[in-house]
Every structure is written in structure tokens, then in C-alpha cells.
């Protein structure tokens, strides 16, 4: 049998016990690419990467690296390697000889391997940092050394389980850049597992958003911001607005719906969850919401001004619009709103939006 990506995950589950952490995903990671696994706590996001990694066997299904399946393969021969989330490195050596750890049974001359050890010093930042010991460095310091010790190594793959998790916002976000040159400039594959979605977006090339043991959906950030095909997917990343309603005709390729809090509108993609007569739902992000003071032209909805968010550039307000349970979400440039800016509280407002930001959900 063969794979088709560089990492391809065939069917693969995880029993512990009666309890199945992993249902049967199937997947492909391409070479050089920066996938991440994205999902709350305990969707089995370190269960998948200790998999890849050969520290936990599947109970079902295979993975294939490189084209070799990998259910025979022990954990040190597989050309990967893992960062953990509490960044282990030896306090009691200083900084080379972390980075160095790793080679010490390749036997090779001094020279080589202290150029090799420069070498990784410059890539992660820390040149001039080779002879502190390990416990006087900060925490993104530390990282960086932990993140130079499985470089130095040269595996195609690269595990990292929540490695900026334990940093404050600051360092985080300046560790995230460093971590996407790197991966640049090193061009190997890198498996990132977070439960953040903006560290999510900003780093991946595409994600897979997991959830309880299930992968929902496999995108580019792009792609699951803007398309994504379950409410479950599209609560989970950024903020987003529901609706619900039933399919009354589909006629050359538009549609027909009647929405509960709006009444019957028409939109022109056909989408092959529609079915006539069906229950759906509708998704719309709160920036592809425009206010209005009066009744627009087209379909729309009236509700009352319920809170404002003055967030210097934007403005978020929530809107409450009866027939719908939640209050709508709605964001805006600022420079945008004009007459809407000076609205009080509980006022009348009206919400129009573009034929293409309605996003058809998969189920009800
Ligand atoms: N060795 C084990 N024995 C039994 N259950 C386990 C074992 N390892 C993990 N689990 C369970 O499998 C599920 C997935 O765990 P996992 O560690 O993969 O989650 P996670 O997505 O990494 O969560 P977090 O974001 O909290 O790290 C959890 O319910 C966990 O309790
Ligand atoms: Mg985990």
C-alpha cells in the first residue's frame, strides 16, 4: 500500500481501554508543510502526535512517513522528531551541550559538531549564549534551545506539542514569528498542536480542527475562517452568527429559503446541502454585517441596539433581533459607520449583508 502525502494517516484510532481518545482519522500531511492540530483540551491532540511520534501505537489503521508504514518502526528510528510542551532540557549543561545532546552517539569529530552547534546558535538566536547554563536563561530562551536540540538533528519532521504554551503573550507572539521563519528556513514538515486558534491561523499553512477523538475539518486558515463547513467548525473558530430556516425552492441554481428571523430570501449558490423542504442553518460573520438606522432595500433584519464595544479602530456591538436566541454579532470599522456611531442603546437598528457572506451549513 502506498500513501499519498508525506505523512499520510490511514484510518487510525486509539483505545485506551473502553475509552476511545481517537476515532478513525484519515489524513495527509504534505512535505514542508506547517499543519496544525487545533482542538480544546482533551480532543486527543498529543494522542495523534505521540502516534506520529511511535511513543503510542494505534489501535487501528496505519501511518505511513516517507512512503514507510510506521507500525514496525520504534520511535528512534522514525526520521522525526518531538518538542515537548514543557520544553525538557538539562539545567545542569549550558547551552551547546543541550543542543548537542542528541548527536552524542553519532560519534563525530569536535570540529564538525561545534560548527553544527554554531550553526543552530545563529538559527535560533542564541549566538553568544553557548556557554550559559541552562537555568539562567528565560523561558523563550529555554524554548529556543529545546527547539535547536531536535533541529540539530535534521529530522523531516518535526512534533511540537503546545511548545510556546507555558510563555506570556509577549514572548509567545514573538516566539511564534521565529518559529515560521525557522520552519522557512529549514523547510522541514512541521505538526504543531495547539488549542489557540489565532496561534492557529497565524502559524499554519493548514489546520485540522479536532474534537473529541474526530477530526471536524482539514483547511487552509483561510478556507476555515471563510467556508467552514459545520457550525461546530465555524463556532469554534472566531466569532460567528447563526440562523436557521427551511428550504422552500431551488430554481436555476438559486435558492429559496425562509429564514425564522427574516422572512424568505434568495441566495445564489447552489450548495449540495440543500434539499427541498429541509431544515437548515446559516453562518454569517460579524463583519459581513452592515447597520443601517432605517429599513435598507432587500432583505434584512430589524432588531434593538442591545451593547456597543468601542475598540478604538472597530466597534462591536451585539444586537438583539427577535427570532433569533442569541444576540446578532456585528463588528465595524469605525471610520465606517457615520450616523450608526451616535445610536444608544436599546434603538432601533436594521442588518443588511452580501448575497456571499451567507455560509450554508452542513446539518441542521
Ligand atoms: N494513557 C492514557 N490512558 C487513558 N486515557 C488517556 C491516556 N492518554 C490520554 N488519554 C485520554 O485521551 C483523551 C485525549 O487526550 P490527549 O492528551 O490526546 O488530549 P489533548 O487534546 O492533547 O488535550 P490537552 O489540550 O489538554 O493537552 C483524554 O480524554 C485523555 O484523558
Ligand atoms: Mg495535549
Not at 486527543?44 to 514496525?72: C, N, V
Not at 442553518?281 to 463583519?287: D, F, G, M, T, V
Not at 436599546?346 to 451549513?361: N, Y
Request: proline residues 5%.
Amino acid at each position: 500500500m502506498s500513501s499519498d502525502g508525506f505523512i499520510s494517516i490511514r484510518n487510525v484510532g486509539k483505545s485506551f481501554g473502553s475509552f476511545r481518545a481517537i476515532e478513525s482519522i484519515s489524513m495527509d500531511i504534505q512535505q514542508g508543510e506547517f499543519f496544525s492540530l487545533l482542538g480544546a483540551s482533551g480532543c486527543g491532540k498529543t494522542t495523534l502526535l505521540r502516534m506520529l511520534a511511535g511513543f503510542e501505537t494505534p489501535s487501528q489503521g496505519e501511518i505511513f512517513i516517507d512512503g514507510q508504514p510506521m507500525s514496525d518502526v520504534p520511535p528512534f528510528e522514525r526520521p522525526v522528531n518531538m518538542v515537548f510542551q514543557n520544553y525538557a532540557i538539562f539545567p545542569h549543561l549550558n547551552v551547546r551541550d543541550n543542543i548537542a545532546y542528541g548527536l552524542r552517539k553519532q560519534r563525530l569529530p569536535k570540529a564538525k559538531r561545534n560548527a553544527m552547534v554554531d550553526e543552530m546558535l545563529d538559527l535560533v538566536q542564541l549566538a553568544g549564549y553557548g556557554d550559559r547554563k541552562a537555568d539562567e536563561l528565560s523561558g523563550g530562551q529555554r524554548q529556543r534551545v529545546a527547539l535547536a536540540r531536535a533541529l540539530i538533528l535534521k529530522p523531516k519532521v518535526l512534533l511540537l506539542d503546545e511548545p510556546l504554551g507555558a510563555l506570556d503573550k509577549q514572548l509567545r507572539e514573538q516566539m511564534q514569528l521565529e518559529l515560521r521563519r525557522l520552519q522557512r528556513s529549514v523547510g522541514i514538515t512541521f505538526v504543531f498542536v495547539t488549542h489557540d486558534q489565532e496561534e492557529a491561523l497565524t502559524l499554519s499553512d493548514r489546520i485540522a480542527v479536532m474534537q473529541g477523538g474526530d477530526v471536524l475539518q482539514v483547511d487552509t486558515p483561510n478556507a476555515l475562517y471563510e467556508q467552514p463547513r459545520t457550525r461546530d467548525v465555524a463556532s469554534f473558530i472566531g466569532t460567528m452568527n447563526f440562523l436557521d430556516g427551511r428550504v422552500l425552492s431551488r430554481v436555476n441554481g438559486h435558492t429559496k429559503l425562509d429564514i425564522d428571523a427574516v422572512g424568505e430570501i434568495d441566495i445564489p449558490t447552489p450548495h449540495p446541502a440543500i434539499v427541498e423542504g429541509d431544515r437548515l442553518s446559516l453562518a454569517i460573520r460579524p463583519e459581513k454585517i452592515v447597520l443601517h438606522r432605517a429599513a435598507p432595500d432587500g432583505p434584512a433584519m430589524q432588531g434593538n441596539l442591545e451593547m456597543t464595544s468601542y475598540l478604538g479602530e472597530r466597534s462591536h456591538f451585539h444586537i438583539r433581533v427577535p427570532g433569533c436566541v442569541e444576540p446578532m454579532a456585528v463588528s465595524a470599522q469605525n471610520a465606517d459607520l457615520g450616523e450608526i456611531r451616535a445610536l444608544e442603546e436599546g434603538a432601533p437598528v436594521w442588518l443588511s449583508w452580501h448575497d456571499d457572506a451567507l455560509i450554508v451549513l452542513d446539518g441542521k
